[in-house]
Structure formats: C-alpha cells, structure tokens
C-alpha cells in the first residue's frame, strides 16, 4: 500500500500530522478529487510548480508543527504570475517566522487556486472508541463551528447513508439550491464521503482525518486541505 509507506515514513519521523503534500497524496490515492499541487523548497521551484500547475495558485507553508496555515499567515490566494509566486513564497516564510517561529519549515505548497462560487464542506473521519471508524459531514466556517450542524455515520455504510448525512445537516438547504446559490453536485459529495470511509477503514494507523474545506460547486467537489493525524 502505497499510503501504508507515506504513514510509516511519518511515524518512522516520530510527526504525528501528515505534511500537507503528504495528506493530499493519501487522499488523492482513495479516490478524493484534490486541487493540483507541488512542494517547493525555494522560490524558484515554487514557480517552477506554478508553472507546471497552471495560474492561478495559492501558496501554503508545509510545516509539521503547524495545524491551522491561515492563523500564522502560511496562506496565500490568488497569485497569478511568476513575481506573486516568490514574493508570496518570502511572505509566508516571514509570516510563519514571526508568528510560529519554533516550528520546523519543510517548504511551501504550491496549489491550484479553485475557482470562485464554491460552497465550502467539510468532511471528517476519527475513530470512535466503541463504534470505530466513523464519518463526519457538515458545511464550512461557521455552521460547524458555531452551530454544530453536522452529521455522523459509523462504517460501514453504503452511498445512500452517505446521501443521508448530507440530507440530514440543517444547512442542507444551501446545497440543494437556495436563493442565488445554484444546487451543488451532491454525488461528487458522496463520492468523497465514501473514500473518506474507505481510507478510515483501510488504514488503522490514522487517528483522524480532516478534508476541510472540499469546495462543492454545481458539477464537481475538489479538496484543497487535508489534514491526517497518525500513531
Ligand atoms: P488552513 O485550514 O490550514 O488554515 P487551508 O488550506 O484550508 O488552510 O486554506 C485556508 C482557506 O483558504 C480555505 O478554507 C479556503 O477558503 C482557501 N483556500 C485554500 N486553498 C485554496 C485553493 N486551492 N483554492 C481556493 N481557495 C483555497
Ligand atoms: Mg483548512
């Protein structure tokens, strides 16, 4: 198993958190649909990637020690050409530096930038004590957050459970249409809710899982953020 090796090359390290490139390689090979991307190490290669990419891309810091990129600025949308690329390469560096400034710099991820319109998702997996493996479905921000508007379901279960947890969430309204919000493509949800079951039920060694956010738009969802925690 191609992910088994990513796994125990983190554990063999002694990280916990999968590196960003690393969790989207896993989840890419379930099945999950994720934004292009590349690890540089330098600004060149950073524009090398966005080169080989395509513009628009985001930059992300890839760091072991940081969990959440935007809160010490490790995130930056919508650079379009070669110069945006290493300045917000530099940036990034700098912003982490000064906010995190013990944790460990791998590089940064250079990725596709998604397009606009999209309803952010988030989909989940942890590993219940009693139950095992189960799968979490709700809406981006602050309907997770604040209202707790999510959805749960123990593996395994089939597609029409997965239709169900997204059936089942308050917010639901917005995916199926909703004053100028177009209805989103809710089999491309299903799809990623069930290789989220698939790699929580193939692969023991991950604690939990965090796709979040995966931008739901009218004909296709794609994963731009994937969190792994293993041990
Ligand atoms: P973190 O959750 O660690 O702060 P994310 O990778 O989730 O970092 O990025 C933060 C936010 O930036 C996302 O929730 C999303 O709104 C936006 N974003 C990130 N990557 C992309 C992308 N490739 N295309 C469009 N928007 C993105
Ligand atoms: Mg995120």
């Given at each position: 198993r191609k992910a088994l090796e990513i796994i125990e090359q983190a554990l063999r390290e002694g990280r916990s958190k999968l590196l960003e490139h690393e969790a989207l390689a896993v989840a890419e090979l379930y099945g999950v649909p994720v934004a292009g991307y590349g690890l540089a190490r330098?600004?060149?290669e950073a524009v090398?990637?966005?080169?080989r990419i395509g513009y628009p891309v985001v930059l992300k810091i890839v760091s072991p020690d940081i969990v959440h990129?935007?809160?010490?600025?490790?995130?930056?949308?919508?650079?379009?050409k070669p110069?945006?690329?290493?300045k917000a390469y530099n940036e990034i560096i700098e912003n982490v530096k000064r906010h995190a400034p013990n944790a460990r710099i791998v590089g940064v991820l250079v990725q596709k930038m998604a397009p606009k319109g999209a309803v952010e998702v988030i989909v989940g997996g942890l590993r219940d004590p009693v139950f095992g493996p189960t799968i979490m479905f709700g809406l981006g921000g602050i309907f997770v957050e604040v209202f707790r508007d999510v959805s749960f379901r123990v593996a395994p279960f089939t597609e029409r459970d997965a239709e169900e947890?997204?059936?089942?969430?308050?917010a639901s309204k917005i995916l199926k249409g909703y004053r100028n919000l177009p209805p989103r493509d809710i089999k491309a949800l299903i799809k990623v809710i069930m290789a989220a079951q698939k790699l929580m039920v193939e692969n023991p060694e991950i604690r939990e899982l965090d796709l979040n956010p995966v931008l739901s738009y009218p004909d296709s969802a794609i994963t731009v953020d994937a969190r792994i925690i293993v041990g």
């Amino acid at each position: 198993r191609k992910a088994l090796e990513i796994i125990e090359q983190a554990l063999r390290e002694g990280r916990s958190k999968l590196l960003e490139h690393e969790a989207l390689a896993v989840a890419e090979l379930y099945g999950v649909p994720v934004a292009g991307y590349g690890l540089a190490r330098n600004e060149d290669e950073a524009v090398e990637a966005a080169e080989r990419i395509g513009y628009p891309v985001v930059l992300k810091i890839v760091s072991p020690d940081i969990v959440h990129k935007s809160d010490v600025g490790g995130v930056i949308v919508g650079l379009e050409k070669p110069e945006d690329v290493k300045k917000a390469y530099n940036e990034i560096i700098e912003n982490v530096k000064r906010h995190a400034p013990n944790a460990r710099i791998v590089g940064v991820l250079v990725q596709k930038m998604a397009p606009k319109g999209a309803v952010e998702v988030i989909v989940g997996g942890l590993r219940d004590p009693v139950f095992g493996p189960t799968i979490m479905f709700g809406l981006g921000g602050i309907f997770v957050e604040v209202f707790r508007d999510v959805s749960f379901r123990v593996a395994p279960f089939t597609e029409r459970d997965a239709e169900e947890m997204i059936n089942e969430i308050k917010a639901s309204k917005i995916l199926k249409g909703y004053r100028n919000l177009p209805p989103r493509d809710i089999k491309a949800l299903i799809k990623v809710i069930m290789a989220a079951q698939k790699l929580m039920v193939e692969n023991p060694e991950i604690r939990e899982l965090d796709l979040n956010p995966v931008l739901s738009y009218p004909d296709s969802a794609i994963t731009v953020d994937a969190r792994i925690i293993v041990g």
